[in-house]
């Protein structure tokens, strides 16, 4: 009997059964640089090959665009919201704009809206989230920065039925700090870059938690996308600081695959030059949505292939599939210190008999 099974699959099995079964190098002595370690093989080469979806608005170091958030509409256009980045500002705050583009194929983009910092007003912007309602067909954009109390929380605009058309003062705080209950209590004090998708019937959201000064991975669940729930203990990562990704984990995207979820995160070490923007990529699985097994402990699977001479940053990626491939768009750093965005392409399936 012939059967199709996603590609991707079968990799996620045979990374399973290497991870729990086979031997695995140590995360080493030399960390800084994110080596790509343990048994995957010339995997890291297969991201050779890109197209450049989206530049900074100057080519100048310190100046980047990137966090890209992609959907594709009933039509088949493609919508991409992203963060601009400027170098002159206090680092913390150099977010300037989201902007929203537009696609007929998924590589070519033009500009169709974009809303400043200064319009909404907020000190400045990191990664937004962009989604389609399944029941409405509506856009939804969320978007994340310090708030009226100066405490990063996650926004959303009111929905649209086209994008260009998100209204700046409509933002609001849907997810913010939550309350301790005891004085003693260490809870996330920040939440920022949301990664959204609607699965099982209802939307997932996940965010870096800011905890103590480090970076973590929270998850939470709404019926409507406007309403917000904690899933799981507030107060506990669903990934833990250890290996690879003891300064820094943070959530980047989540795939569906068969009977789960491919789960990609990011993240640094503290050993490695700036550990705060020197961001790597792993990837994870779940069958829940929320309880992660990390398949790839002892080092990150991804880097930027053009590096800078201090960075390898390749983060704040975008999973989706489309028709026979897995597509990724990704922030990644350049050898002149800039960020641009690019698209990635796999095939998606393959025939095992």
């Known amino acids: 009997m012939n059967r199709y099974w996603p590609s991707e699959l079968l990799v996620w099995f045979s990374c399973l059964i290497i991870f729990l079964l086979g031997p695995r190098d140590s995360v080493g002595s030399d960390l800084m640089d994110p080596g790509i370690k343990g048994f995957f093989g010339s995997v890291p080469d297969k991201f050779l090959e890109y197209e450049v979806i989206l530049k900074p608005d100057k080519n100048e170091p310190e100046w980047w665009a990137g966090a ?106 849907v997810i913010e700090p939550l309350p301790k209950s005891y004085d003693r209590d260490i809870i996330a004090s920040e939440y920022k870059d949301p990664f959204i998708i609607h699965a099982e019937n209802s939307y997932h959201c996940y965010v870096i938690g800011v905890v103590r000064g480090t970076e973590r991975i929270f998850h939470f669940q709404s019926e409507d996308g406007q309403r917000w729930s904690p899933v799981g203990n507030p107060y506990e990562s669903i990934m833990d600081l250890t290996g ?55 080092s990150p699977l991804i880097k930027s292939t053009t590096p800078s001479e201090q960075f390898h940053t390749w983060r704040y990626s975008h999973w989706m599939h489309v028709k026979d491939e897995i597509w990724i768009y990704a922030e990644v750093a350049c050898p002149n210190n800039t960020h641009e965005i690019r698209l990635f392409r796999f095939q998606r399936s393959e025939r095992v008999r």
């Open 68 to 173: 890209p958030s992609v959907v594709q509409d009933r039509n088949g256009a493609f919508w991409l919201a992203c963060r601009m980045r400027t170098a002159d500002a206090p680092r913390g705050l150099r977010g300037y704009e989201i902007r929203i583009l537009r696609s007929e194929d998924g590589i070519h983009f033009t500009k169709v809206h974009g809303i400043k910092r200064e319009d909404v007003p907020i000190a400045g912007f990191e990664r937004p989230a962009l989604i389609i309602d399944p029941k409405t067909g509506l856009f939804k954009l969320y978007a994340c920065g310090p708030w009226k109390d100066n405490r990063w929380s996650i926004l959303k605009f009111d929905d649209v039925g086209d994008p260009a058309q998100f209204k700046p003062m409509t933002a609001k705080p």
């Open 244 to 298: 690879w990704h003891d300064f820094y984990v943070r959530p980047a995207s989540v795939l569906p695959l068969g009977p789960g979820y491919l789960f990609i995160y990011e993240g640094s070490h503290v050993r490695w030059y700036d550990p705060v923007y020197n961001i790597a990529t792993g990837l994870a699985f779940t069958f829940d949505l929320h309880s992660i097994t990390d398949l790839t402990p002892d």
